[in-house]
């Protein structure tokens, strides 16, 4: 079946939901979604410490590597091996893939607004903006939202969201090592240890208010 022009529901085990990091079987908490955030800028003063915060986000904590054998037994598609361990098979959760997108998108609208020279060349934005648009189709979170027509709708309202800690601690026990040497498009597998994508640099404490 095909929603709009290129969205297809497949009626497969491969494609069936799963909770792969274990985060679907711990219960929603109650948090409270605000318009404006630490990671959006209300006054002109606070773009330096808002640019910072987008800055310190990690969306390579989100590339893990798990046993071949677990990936065969949940019908993930086949994968790129983790350099130096055949065994193990190299993927990126979504949800990183996300903050990728988002990342990649915020910091390329505020250079064209400067008329700074663009990092990432525009084909990435325009990935990202239709992978974001999957995404929300996929997901179509219905939840009505509050408004009185003074464009912040929702702002304040309570969400039950799922622990965004269950996840980043599940990256962490599986990462492939991987790291954005300068900030740039591409990257590098490098040696583990235990400082290499110790956290993903979200804030959570920002998120988590209710």
């Known amino acids: 079946m095909v929603v709009g022009s290129s969205l297809w529901v497949r009626e497969r085990s491969v494609y069936a939901d799963s909770s792969y990091t274990g985060i679907h079987t711990h219960p929603k908490k109650w948090v409270t979604l605000e318009w404006w ?5 209300t006054h002109q003063n606070q773009t330096t410490a808002v640019d910072a915060a ?3 986000l990690q969306p390579t904590h989100g590339i893990v590597a798990v046993d071949s054998q677990w990936a065969d037994e949940r019908q993930l598609l086949p994968s790129m091996e983790l350099p130096g361990d055949t065994s193990k098979r190299v993927y990126i959760l979504e949800a990183y893939h996300m903050l990728h997108c988002l990342k990649i998108l915020r910091k390329t609208f505020y250079q064209i607004l400067r008329r700074e020279s663009t990092t990432f060349k525009l084909q990435h934005s325009n990935h990202c903006f239709d992978a974001l648009r999957q995404n929300i189709m996929c997901n179509a979170d219905d939840t009505p939202l509050y408004t009185w027509n003074r464009r912040t709708a929702g702002d304040g309202q309570p969400r039950k969201c ?8 599940w990256a962490s026990e599986h990462k ?4 954005n040497i300068d900030g740039r498009e ?25």
């Open 186 to 210: 591409g990257g590098q597998f490098i040696q583990c240890d235990d400082e290499v994508n110790a956290d993903d640099g979200l804030i959570v404490e920002s998120f988590d208010k209710l």
């Open 162 to 169: 799922r622990d965004w800690n269950i996840l980043r601690d």
């Open 54 to 56: 987008w800055e310190a």
């Open 37 to 41: 955030s630490l990671y959006s800028v």
């Open 176 to 179: 492939a090592c991987y790291r």
